[in-house]
């Protein structure tokens, strides 16, 4: 006759359960900064990828544009593109919308649309001016276009640019479309640029990344934000054109450009993110705010002040990564406004 025998073991008593609660707890509040960490990491790294794919279009584009920069943006003169630096009937309206720089690439299959985007940025990057007919190229109920249009119509102006833009275009290198006079309203106009005329390309930017918002890259009408995400930043200042680069004095015998501030040689007018995270307007020189401040710092490093960094890409087509204030102390951005008319060297205030 056989017994049964009673094998079961004995449950976890509450304590050991609550133990071994708290060491997982404790293992979780240790691996989820590094997990973060490891994945804004990640992120800053596509960025930078999405850059190079961007340098290879650009390098290609320079071979077939004879070794020119293109605009960062033209108004066509029609719905084929086309356009001209010397036309003064050239649509104030903006007719046939813009025409900006990533299309110079991504329009000849150079680069694909989407190596204009950041997945640290929200949707990827900050919409066109003019959005076109697609709702998911739009933000819709904060954004307006050159129309007033606050929501997308079968007709609406769609601009030639990436849907979605995360990368500024460095003003010194690729201009606005103030080639003439009367667009520039000013002394001075602007020039496309050679390559050959960048003296130090591997410490020169090309483009870097624009802030993680894209009200700061438009102005406020009313409710709405016209945004501007088309324009490049220049981060340089005149004694005597200050915020305007076309009021620069054009017959000094010498250029009196700078980095920054002629008042503020420390910080260069680059303020606190705290000040301008939430700002608009700052591509606009009549804003006050200097736009070095439309850098992206969203990317790992900087410090709790001033914010993270942004990827630039230079012109040598390395890209490094660095916070807006490190690249105007390390001067990144050139030693010449190259692409102004006129007496254009950015000079050494500390020398």
């Known amino acids: ?17 609550l133990v071994v609660v708290s060491i997982i707890a404790l293992l979780i509040s240790i691996l989820l900064p590094s997990l973060k960490s490891a994945r804004e990491q990640a992120k800053a790294v596509k960025c930078a ?16 544009a004879r070794g020119t920069y293109p605009p960062s943006y033209v108004y066509p003169i029609d719905w084929d593109g086309n356009w001209s630096t010397d036309d ?27 190596a204009f985007q950041c997945p640290n940025y929200p949707e990827g990057g900050a919409p066109r001016t003019n959005p076109g ?12 276009d050159d129309a007033g249009q606050t929501v997308p119509t079968p007709d609406s102006v769609e601009d030639k640019q990436a849907p979605r833009m995360s990368y500024a275009a460095n003003a010194a290198i690729i201009p606005r479309n103030k080639f003439t006079g009367v667009f520039s309203g000013g002394y001075r106009v602007n ?19 624009f802030l993680q918002n894209w009200r700061a890259l438009g102005i406020r009408e009313g409710g709405q934000v016209l945004v501007k995400s088309h324009r490049p930043v220049n981060v340089f200042f005149s004694e005597s054109g200050r915020f305007n680069e076309y009021y620069a004095a054009s017959e000094i015998p010498r250029s009196d450009f700078v980095y920054g501030l002629l008042e503020d040689q420390e910080t260069f007018g680059v303020y606190p993110l705290r000040d301008i995270k939430n700002q608009t307007n700052i591509l606009d020189h009549t804003s006050g705010i200097p736009q070095i401040n439309a850098i992206g710092r969203h990317h790992p490093g900087g410090d709790e002040t ?26 990144k951005w050139g030693d010449r406004y190259y692409a102004l008319s006129g007496p254009n060297e950015v000079m050494r205030v500390r020398d």
């Open 191 to 209: 020039v496309l640029v050679g390559d050959s005329r960048v003296r130090n390309p591997g410490g020169t930017a090309l483009a870097t990344e």
């Open 1 to 17: 006759m056989h017994r049964k025998v009673n094998r079961s073991r004995p449950g976890f008593t509450l304590i050991e359960l």
């Open 306 to 331: 001033y914010g993270g960094t942004a990827n630039f890409l230079f012109c040598d087509g390395h890209v490094e990564r660095m916070t807006p204030l490190q690249s105007m102390r390390e001067r």
């Open 88 to 114: 003064d009937g050239q649509s104030a309206s903006k007719e046939f919308g813009y025409m900006h720089w990533s299309h110079f690439l991504y329009g000849g299959g150079k680069v694909k649309p989407d």
């Open 49 to 64: 990828a999405h850059q190079r794919q961007i340098a290879l279009g650009t390098s290609v584009y320079l071979t077939e």
């Open 133 to 144: 007919p697609e709702s998911e190229d739009w933000e819709i109920g904060e954004q307006r």
